[in-house]
């Protein structure tokens, strides 16, 4: 089958302009339904009160009911002495006022002289402490707009206001077809039994609750293989069937031989738009057929959810008249240089932190098959399609994805990576301290550099100084000069050669990395473990230019992991924690310190100190031990001061 070239991509702008023009009398019909099940539902017609709330004059303390004017004149010292049952008539909370009163005196303000008299030495105004009738809702008046969706707020006041059924928007009903000849269920696999190519289909899952936000109902159709004429049956019978509002086909919306969304939507009836000016989410396309409106929705997961919240969910709300709610927006700065491509709006994942009252994001990887830029970020950055990226000196504004209050409860760590930075993170929770870790893995010397910007609240670093054998220190005194900081170790940890299990290329040491037959992968420059690589490389007389794939590099020691584990490359150089992690071979080289870097004006802040409290507690000691390849014999210690 020929390739679906994107001949005519649209911006978002026009994208959705053409969805609702085409749209724009997709309306969900109207049911009427009790208030009591109307939980976020919206209103198809104004709502207005049936009866007023309260719909008498109710007494709003404990005490008696009287005419205000037999209390004037009452003082200390010419106290009024009222007759129970006459003057005065005994009340509670919320009870209706008896006739001829206008005025509550609270029990705690009266002298009871016997059961038929009070004395009183003030005296009140007319309706004080009475809810008048009509206090909170009068009958006739606008309680909620059409288009309003009922929250728990909502229901209490139709229901004080007399109204026990509404009528509301219908649900639409979505039907999801997940597509590709990869993809397997869940339920019928476990890890041992995944093969290389397989692919767990969890787009259906995240796509259906992704409709629920928006008020819609879902099905998953059973997963379908790559094949024309099977997609376009599934299409074809859902479009047929009155029960689906809308269709979604994951995956195939590309433009390969094998990518099927547009074929079968272009022959059962009319695509609208193929392919958006977008990163992620480019291949997304919409159409109908027999007008039923039909996405095709990316397999990438993150381009997936990002095409169905800038066109299905939009689209979803918009058939029931209600507004979706807008995430919050926070001006930030970038801790380095974001470039994006001209032409293309981009979808920027990112960690917030907040750094001397200025919100600091550092960029996430941006790979649309990662959910985990979706799951570890605090916002997205959208940069313009006209915009080649933004420098570190500018200001952004960034969508928020998670509440305020935690990002501003976030302990912003940059600079090398460590293992123990995750388990630091739920020990903390644990612990029941209300701050989180938002780490940024840039190596030892980006983190000493993003102190020096004050883009961080601490770095971690371990900078071997091959002249005394020290770590840190003399980095800190040369490019850190006049910071004032501590020094605090975290852990001890071994360095070495990360290997494939039983050691198939009988490896012994780094004297085997300039042999042929080996391919290294290497951490990025400015890394600790880059820089003690070249250290020992040097003290053996090899060359970069000796090493095979010396100039390939990654970013943590789970990566270099996992490259070994996957045979991209025969060794490289990590921490054992990373290799005992994935069961994987180790050659020990050096036991180094990994220190955290901590500027004094954050050091004595609350979530630095329960930073500090943790790591110091024998709970998370154990929990690193455990590990493997770590020692915590000084841990917590201030090893420097400047």
């Not at 969805?19 to 109207?30: R, S």
């Not at 069937?241 to 195939?252: A, E, K, L, S």
């Not at 709006?345 to 907040?354: D, Q, T, Y």
């Not at 780094?510 to 080996?518: F, H, Q, S």
Request: glycine fraction near 8%.
């Amino acid at each position: 089958m020929k390739r679906n070239v994107y001949l005519d991509m649209k911006s978002i702008v026009q994208a959705k302009k053409i969805l609702f023009d085409n749209f724009k009398d997709f309306t969900m019909p109207v049911e009427t339904i009790t208030t009591v099940d109307s939980f976020e539902r919206v209103l198809a017609e104004p709502v207005f009160a049936a009866t007023s709330s309260p719909n008498f004059h109710a007494g709003a303390m404990d005490g008696v009911a009287i005419n205000a004017e037999v209390s004037f004149g009452a003082n200390p010292d010419a106290p009024k002495n009222l007759v129970i049952d006459k003057d005065a008539f005994w009340i509670n909370t919320g009870h209706v006022m008896p006739e001829n009163t206008n005025a509550v005196i609270m029990i705690e303000h009266l002298n009871i002289i016997d059961d038929k008299n009070i004395e009183i030495e003030s005296p009140v105004f007319p309706w004080q402490h009475v809810r008048k009738m009509g206090e909170d809702i009068v009958a006739t008046e606008l309680l909620f707009p059409r288009g309003h969706k009922v929250d728990a707020y909502s229901m209490g006041a139709l229901l004080s206001g007399g109204i026990f059924k509404v009528k509301v928007h219908k649900r639409p009903k979505v039907l999801i077809i997940p597509t590709g000849s990869e993809l397997k269920q869940w339920e019928d696999i476990t890890t041992a039994t995944l093969e290389p190519g397989d692919v767990i289909e969890s787009n259906s899952t995240v796509l259906g609750h992704l409709c629920k936000k928006f008020g819609a109902d879902f099905e998953r159709h059973a997963m379908l293989k790559d094949n024309l004429e099977t997609i376009k049956d599934a299409v074809k019978q859902a479009a047929s069937d009155t029960q689906y509002d809308m269709i979604m086909i994951i995956g195939g919306s590309s433009a390969g031989s094998m990518d099927y969304a547009k074929p079968v939507i272009s022959e059962l009836g009319e695509v609208f738009v193929h392919g958006v000016t977008m990163m992620p989410g480019k291949p997304v396309l919409f159409g109908k057929v027999l007008n039923t409106p039909v996405f095709g929705i990316p397999g990438y997961p993150v381009s997936a959810i990002v095409a169905f919240e800038q066109f299905a969910g939009p689209f979803l709300a918009e058939c029931q008249k209600f507004r979706p709610e807008q995430r919050n927006i926070v001006p930030i700065k970038p801790a380095r240089k974001i470039t994006s491509k001209l032409g293309q709006e981009e979808f920027i994942r990112v960690k917030i932190g907040s750094v001397d009252d200025k919100f600091i994001a550092s960029q996430l990887p941006r790979g649309a098959g990662s959910i985990t830029t979706l799951t570890e970020a605090d916002g997205i950055i959208r940069i313009p399609a006209n915009s080649e990226g933004v420098l570190e000196t500018e200001e952004i504004s960034a969508e928020l994805l998670k509440p305020l209050d935690e990002i501003e409860k976030t302990i912003v760590i940059t600079g090398s990576h460590d293992n123990t930075l995750d388990l630091l993170f739920d020990q903390i929770r644990k612990d029941n301290k209300n701050f989180s870790i938002s780490s940024s893995h840039v190596g030892s010397m980006g983190g000493l550099m993003a102190i020096k910007k004050g883009v961080c609240h601490m770095a971690g670093a371990h900078l071997l100084d091959p002249e005394d054998g020290t770590y840190n220190i003399s980095y800190i005194k040369k490019y850190l000069k006049g910071e004032q900081l501590k020094l605090v170790n975290l852990v001890m940890r071994d360095q070495g050669l990360i290997i494939a299990k039983n050691n198939p290329k009988k490896i012994k040491g780094l004297g085997d990395l300039k042999r042929e037959d080996i391919t290294f992968i290497n951490r990025q420059s400015g890394a600790g473990t880059r820089i003690l690589l070249d250290y020992k490389l040097e003290q053996l007389g090899i060359t970069p230019e000796q090493i095979k794939g010396y100039e390939n590099e990654e970013y943590t020691h789970m990566s270099v992991a996992v490259d070994v584990l996957s045979g991209r490359a025969d060794t490289g150089l990590g921490i054992n924690a990373a290799a005992i992690a994935l069961n994987l071979g180790f050659i020990p080289v050096i036991t180094e310190e990994y220190d955290l870097v901590i500027p004094e004006r954050f050091f004595n802040t609350d979530k630095v100190q329960a930073l500090l409290e943790t790591i110091k507690t024998d709970r998370f000691k154990e929990r690193v031990e455990a590990l493997g390849g770590y020692s915590t014999e000084k841990t917590g210690e201030v090893l420097f001061e400047a």
